[in-house]
């Protein structure tokens, strides 16, 4: 028996299992939240005259983390086909985007956030080309990074950053090495680098980008050249993205490379040496290119990748529960708990909130979720964590006070619909 007084603030959280992070994982535990932060993490009962939620023999884990998302293109969700391939894929989503309006896209994205906070997820990077999504997440419960995203051979607007926001923060995307020019690239990368912040860029992802790094032709190039594109001052060939984007001075630790499909050892090293995160969205890989990345031999090489979802016009949810479903489907070898680390603590590091999010650690922020299921054992626990089905069945367990700035939920124990 834990025998403890609590502060008028404090509130205790119990259940069958607390998920710390997936290596730290306690049976009959609690979690004390005090004034929107956690303040202990332990075993067995506290005394308390109050203040105090048993929410079952379930687990309560910490919130997940979608670290690639296009909440603009939700209104698209099964309007365009991806069995044709990435170009026509790619063609016939401009033109859907353009025909749908942005009133459709911005109540897409609204109920995409929706989804994003009822599946279990707090923390987000957002990638926006058209710029709608940024109210939307700033008046959202969700934390995380709004990623401006910039295509071709100009900047048409004003690049703006803002690191000082504490709960959603501003930042740059470049689109990808074969979608914007050199030049344009590094000034993106410099301007999230001068405000030490996360940058993303799509990197490896198709069959037409390797081939147009690497010649300067093929079917990208004139798929370029139809959109008045003119990649002549690119520099290009080159030996292949990667290396390309270490040659430009893109790679570091605050630059996030998503999908990463055609890649190897040589690769990896770069990566690695360059401490660059690696963003993981392999439902949208496998309906886009019917291809995926080498997930277990980037473990091998040392690189811990964390998970996003892409957009709802090339994978069929925004839940982070359905991507570790399906990487533990295609990769039955890796295991639940690394499975689970990609969905949590690295998806939290690679967008700069490691200090508030991804675990359940003393003094990181007072959101997590509960899941009612019933195990007997650890190992049982994370298979069932990482496989099964929570969609509608998650608990949000809220707890905040606007511990990290911005307009927060000041409620506890709200159920997802």
């Known amino acids: ?26 049976q009959n535990g609690f979690v004390r939240v005090e004034s929107g932060l956690i303040k202990e993490v332990g075993q067995g009962n506290i005394k308390f005259s109050g203040n105090f939620i048993d929410h079952g023999s379930g687990a309560l884990m910490p919130a997940l983390v979608n670290a690639h998302t296009h909440l603009e293109l939700c209104a698209l969700k099964g309007k365009v086909p991806y069995k044709k391939g990435f170009r026509f894929w ?36 957002e990638i926006s080309t058209l710029g709608l999504t940024w109210e939307l997440l700033l008046n959202s419960d969700l934390a995380g990074i709004w990623f401006k995203e910039f295509l071709g051979n100009e900047l048409n607007e004003k690049i703006s950053c803002n690191g000082e926001l504490k709960r959603v923060i501003k930042s740059v995307s470049g689109h990808a090495p074969h979608t914007l ?33 690497k010649t300067g032709k093929g079917a990208w190039a004139k798929f370029l050249t139809s959109r008045s594109i003119d990649f002549s001052r690119w520099g290009l060939p080159v030996q292949g993205p990667v290396q390309y984007l270490k040659r430009l001075g893109i790679l570091d630790n605050k630059t996030i490379a998503v999908h990463l499909i055609h890649t190897g050892k040589n690769d990896f090293e770069t990566l690695l040496h360059h401490n660059t995160y690696i963003c993981l ?49 295609s990769f039955p070898l890796i295991s639940p708990a690394d499975i689970l680390s990609m969905a ?18 003393p003094e990181k922020c007072g959101y997590f979720i509960y899941l009612p299921i019933n195990v007997s054992n650890r190992s049982d626990l994370l298979e069932t964590i990482v496989n099964a089905d929570f969609k509608g069945h998650c608990k949000i367990v809220c707890d905040y006070h606007q511990a990290f700035g911005n307009s927060s939920p000041r409620n506890s124990g709200q159920e997802a619909t």
């Open 344 to 361: 949590t603590v690295n998806g939290a590091e690679a967008l700069g909130f490691k200090n508030r999010y991804g675990s359940l650690a």
């Open 90 to 125: 790619v063609e016939k989503l401009i033109k859907q985007r353009e025909t749908i309006g942005a009133k459709a896209l911005h109540a897409g994205a609204k109920k995409g956030i929706k989804d994003l906070i009822e599946s279990g997820c707090k923390l987000v990077g």
């Open 281 to 329: 969205c392999l439902r949208s890989n496998n309906n886009l290119h019917q291809k995926l990345p080498g997930v277990d031999k980037m473990l091998q090489a040392g690189i811990r990748p964390c998970l996003g979802t892409d957009s709802l016009a090339s994978a069929e949810s925004v839940s982070i529960f359905d991507e570790m479903k399906f990487i533990s489907r």
């Open 181 to 213: 020019a050199p030049e344009i690239l590094i000034k993106l990368k410099k301007a999230a680098h001068k405000n030490n912040l996360p940058f993303s860029i799509h990197l490896a992802e198709s069959e037409d980008e390797i081939q147009f790094l």
């Open 1 to 26: 028996m834990i025998l403890k007084r609590l502060t008028k603030t404090s509130l205790v959280h119990k259940a069958g299992w607390v998920v710390v992070d997936p290596w730290t994982i306690i």
